[in-house]
């Protein structure tokens, strides 16, 4: 366990330059967050980042890996998350243009997401408001 405690602050250390950075336990592995922004996480002792279609490119063209997991013997891939590419694994210098990619993904996923539907006033809190 120290080791992979060990690799999460690595990550986290890594993803700092960024702003401060925060890990969260979660199906085995850890969510790292950014700002309140769930940018990267950590699965079998890799770092994955957030990537969406516009970034996907660049990590596409630096070599880098999607997330892949077996569930019920079965693999699945996720192209939302990407390996870091090995030299931004090196310090927070090379890894801050790859969290910022991160970062782009995860506040344009934000901004995506539809608004939440307004709720129809309660029957009972209507009547009570005719009375």
């Known amino acids: 366990?120290?080791?992979a405690d060990?690799?999460?602050?690595?990550c986290l250390e890594l993803l700092s330059a960024l702003g401060p950075a925060r890990?969260?336990?979660?199906?085995g592995g850890h969510g790292l967050y950014v700002d309140q922004r769930f940018v990267a996480l950590i699965s079998n002792d890799m770092l994955y980042l957030k990537a969406d279609a516009a970034a996907r490119p660049m990590f596409e063209a630096a070599g880098c890996r999607h997330f892949r997991y077996t569930s019920a013997g079965v693999s699945r891939t996720v192209l939302?998350?990407?390996?870091?590419?090995?030299?931004?694994?090196?310090?927070?210098a090379q890894m801050l243009p790859w969290a910022r990619l991160a970062m782009a993904s995860a506040l344009r996923a934000a901004t995506?997401?539809?608004?939440?539907?307004?709720?129809k006033p309660c029957a009972t809190a209507a009547?009570?408001?005719a009375v």
């Open 1 to 3: 366990m120290a080791i």
């Open 6 to 10: 060990a690799f999460v602050a690595h």
């Open 23 to 27: 890990a969260r336990r979660m199906f």
């Open 80 to 92: 939302a998350w990407w390996s870091a590419p090995d030299d931004a694994m090196e310090s927070p």
């Open 112 to 119: 995506a997401q539809r608004p939440a539907r307004r709720r």
């Open 127 to 129: 009547r009570k408001g």
